[in-house]
């Protein structure tokens, strides 16, 4: 069942793949000592609980409901490892990436794991940071059993927009097709794959788009369906900026930077559009994010071969999603 | 947690979909007394085991490794019930499909809940076959708590096939599509997937088929994949059978019956063809079975509006597939 607890944690860390940025995406399930399963976690956004802190909280409420706990991460931790009276002893728990043994912006979670007395943390990845590892020896040394390699390919798959971001440019293109490889129409996707798309758009660094795209369809650009912040755009275009109608809504975001190349300082840089777009930008491309409904029309199809690997596949609604390699 | 250890249950049953035959898909998971999950079965084919009896089994081979188990439904249910030595007392079992209550070819899994003293059952659907069912009633009458409605509209999904064929003809379109939705090429699909579509053709009556299919692939047919029985056909033509080449590989597959209309005795019926033979037939369509693989071509898309409702979609490799209705 080590293979079936990591899966779990893996599946909820892609959940929030791109999301996370710059932080890795990491899962954690926590058991309690007869195994039973006391929460499914993960790091949701940089800046707030790691995946760990996340799990524990969630497996402390469901055991204390009657207690309140506090939001903030150094608070949260802190109150959890006052008044937790024994209640993770023995437990075990199941984490996609190495925890973090610095204190960060929320403390070390190998501390906690070792205040709470679990017994036993499974572990896909190992991390190579070296600010934020050897949280497997600390738990050692505390008389905690340690195991790496759980379904560690997969890990490392979870890993690999990490991976990229942190030492360069992590480019990924997003695209929204029919069931039968259209492209075309107003709106292709449904409302939580477009909701998905603006939570990244309010991650990212850039948002690269094509001048056609944006004289064709005057769009806003922004993070409306997540309320989230409308990100800074490149316009890939032979044009001068000048040139564009300036009423075109995606100009009036108050402060949107725009640019007509890649600065180098953008980290993480989304790309949208569709064939042409798809056709010039392909070879550049780190991953594709590509959303499928689970509709059939009578549009033209995009036409242009591609050999993808899926990382990871899962529905949003009736539609699917894949996040793939070239 | 309720909802997600019948959503496993759920899962499982889906794999087996049509394979069952004349059966319902039934999964089944089972929990010990501190609910750690110790089994994830489901209904794999007509005549074998019901997934209660695998569920059981798969957790009796867990917490007993030394002991030996006899293959054979009813040896099975036997050597279970006069060796389990109270493992299983206060267990938890999730069943998609209430418990049968009647001695088929398998013994009513009801009187297994009861013997083996589990303390509760958790149902999704109620069984409203008139010789199975009341499997819920006598587990109460035995003092073992029963929970009904437990992700109830998920359960009706994966009986539908079965409620269709078990009263008159279910009918179901196989479709393999690129990413970019075409099904043009030789082979559009997965190893995985082709194996999936033959276990099929090995569970079905008939499986139904066009002549200009027929004159352009020159196809066995059969169920190879699977080492399955190849299926009776229906050619929908409007020339005579003598027309046809009878050197193509599937007028020589022995004992096959071929036919030009759809025989009223036939139950379930898959369709297999391309956009002419979608078009023609989709009205007269039940589900569709659409396969996609991970890649994009340059060749022409499927056109034809239809907005599909998703039953249920998984990942055989690096293939997606999906089940829909209309």
């Known amino acids: 069942m080590k293979n079936f607890y990591m899966q779990l ?67 949260l931790h802190e109150f959890i490892c006052k008044n937790h009276q024994g209640i993770f002893k023995d437990s075990i728990a199941f984490v996609t990436l190495e925890p973090c043994s610095h204190q960060g912006k929320t403390p070390p979670c190998a501390k906690l794991f070792s205040e709470l007395k679990f017994k036993k943390v499974f572990i896909s990845v190992k ?9 497997a020896l600390y738990l050692k040394k505390q008389g905690i ?62 948002l690269v788009i094509g001048g056609e795209t944006i004289r064709a369809d005057r769009p806003i650009l922004d993070a409306r369906l997540c309320k989230g912040k409308a990100p800074n755009i490149c316009i890939k275009t032979h044009k001068n900026l000048e040139e564009f ?21 953008a980290k993480f840089i989304m790309y949208e559009g569709g064939e042409n777009f798809l056709k010039n930008f392909k070879d550049e491309i780190d991953m594709f994010l590509i959303f499928q409904s689970s509709n059939l029309n009578n549009k033209e199809n995009i036409k242009i071969p591609l050999n993808l690997t899926p990382l990871f596949k899962a529905n949003l609604g009736e539609d699917s999603y894949g996040i793939y390699e070239f």
Chains 1, 2 share one sequence.
């Open 9 to 75: 944690a893996l599946n909820e860390a892609w959940k929030y793949q791109f999301l996370t940025y710059p932080n890795p995406a990491v899962g954690c399930v926590i058991l309690d000592k007869n195994e039973k399963i006391l929460s499914i976690k993960a790091h949701e956004k940089a800046g707030c609980n790691h995946a760990e802190l996340n799990a524990i909280s969630e497996a402390f409420k469901k055991l204390k409901p009657e207690i309140s706990l506090p939001k903030e991460a150094n608070a």
């Open 127 to 135: 991390d190579e940071n070296k600010i934020a590892s050897n949280g």
């Open 145 to 206: 059993e340690v195991e790496f390699g759980i379904l560690e390919e997969e890990g490392k798959k979870l890993l690999k927009p990490f991976l990229k971001w942190q030492k360069e440019q992590f480019k990924l293109f997003k695209l929204a097709l029919s069931m039968n490889g259209s492209p075309y129409g107003k709106i292709v996707s449904n409302e939580l794959s477009r909701t998905y798309a603006h939570q990244i758009r309010s991650a990212i660094d850039l």
């Open 245 to 265: 109608d300036k009423n075109i809504p995606l100009f009036k975001v108050p402060n949107r930077k725009i640019y007509t190349h890649i600065p180098e300082e």
